[in-house]
């Protein structure tokens, strides 16, 4: 996106997914360092980053940034924390 996204939106081609590690990651490491997995979750501002890369762009750059994470904390980044917060127990969900 214009104002986010790191010029992406004025590239001839959309970014892959090594070119948004190279420019995000360390901010998605910060933050995680700072309060932990079990308070941080990966997500998207689709259709916005539209602009700048394809949803499955995204996702494999946070696959990425993941990968030295162990099983605990990559489902807590990936489900477990946005789970908790959005209060999904499976008991019928977001529209319970």
């Given at each position: 996106?214009?104002?986010?996204?790191?010029?992406?939106?004025r590239?001839?081609?959309?970014a892959?997914?090594?070119?948004?590690?190279?420019?995000?990651?360390?901010?998605?490491?910060?933050?995680?360092?700072?309060?932990?997995?079990?308070?941080?979750?990966?997500?998207?501002n689709?259709?916005?980053?539209?602009?700048?890369?394809?949803?499955?762009?995204?996702?494999?750059s946070?696959?990425?940034?993941?990968?030295?994470?162990?099983?605990?904390?990559?489902?807590?980044?990936?489900?477990?924390?946005?789970?908790?917060?959005?209060?999904?127990?499976?008991?019928?969900?977001?529209?319970?």
């Open positions: 996106m214009p104002l986010n996204g790191f010029g992406f939106h590239g001839e081609r959309p892959t997914s090594a070119e948004l590690v190279d420019a995000t990651r360390d901010w998605y490491l910060h933050a995680i360092d700072c309060f932990g997995p079990a308070r941080c979750m990966f997500e998207s689709f259709p916005v980053d539209k602009a700048s890369c394809s949803y499955h762009v995204l996702w494999n946070f696959k990425r940034i993941a990968a030295g994470f162990g099983a605990g904390d990559k489902a807590a980044l990936f489900h477990d924390t946005a789970a908790r917060a959005y209060r999904l127990d499976g008991a019928g969900g977001a529209g319970a």
